[in-house]
């Protein structure tokens, strides 16, 4: 396999990244909901953690029945059994990521992993 | 362990989510080079797979020895073995995110992942 490959996204309602880049530890998609719109139905996960990232825009995240206002600069881990659904506010929509790892999958990270 | 954090990321030179939210499967940063600088070595890892999303900006990653012209919407897979270094360019400061995750872990997703 090649040592990297790269992709550039554009605007578009959601584009899923682990099939485009060859991803082998994650899952990504890129997701625009337009104003007012949301998810169309509640999820959990069977062994994956999942991270959002808000890119642009404001909603809700509504988890385990807690609605979560969110906006631009918010990150948020969700443990997999957590039932959730985003929603895009009114009057602006909602553009985030959506990283999918498998829970406790991560060994060393940063100086514990690097070779510099 | 709550079924999830929160954290709202503000303009800073380099934050690391790991310990923040309590992420069990990545590591994530987020980080902005100021025009003209660059992460002052080059590196590659043991075991992790990394995924780079440029945010804002503009900037070079040089990628075992090849030099990749980044920008916003940009999105990079690298393997772990890959020896790589970041460059602002000399008039625009470079906001990225950077993924760490372990080569090879990722089980089921999305669909064969979740519970509707």
New interface residues.
């Given amino acids: 396999?090649?040592?990297?490959?790269?992709?550039?996204?554009?605007q578009e309602a959601r584009i899923?990244?682990?099939d485009v880049?060859?991803?082998?530890?994650?899952?990504?998609s890129i997701n625009t909901l337009p104003a007012g719109a949301s998810v169309p139905?509640?999820?959990?996960?069977?062994?994956?953690?999942e991270?959002y990232?808000v890119?642009e825009g404001k909603g809700t995240a509504e988890?385990?029945g807690e609605k979560?206002e969110?906006?631009n600069?918010?990150?948020?881990?969700?443990?997999p059994?957590?039932k959730r659904q985003f929603f895009a506010s009114p009057d602006t929509a909602l553009k985030y990521?959506c990283?999918?790892?498998?829970?406790?999958?991560?060994?060393?990270?940063?100086m514990s992993?690097?070779?510099?």
Wanted: charged share 20%.
């Fill in positions: 396999m090649k040592n990297f490959d790269k992709v550039n996204v554009k899923e990244l682990h880049l060859g991803l082998t530890g994650a899952e990504i139905f509640v999820h959990s996960h069977k062994q994956n953690e991270i990232a890119l988890i385990d979560i969110v906006s600069g918010d990150w948020l881990r969700l443990s059994n957590a990521i990283i999918q790892v498998k829970v406790g999958s991560l060994e060393g990270y940063t992993d690097a070779i510099v």
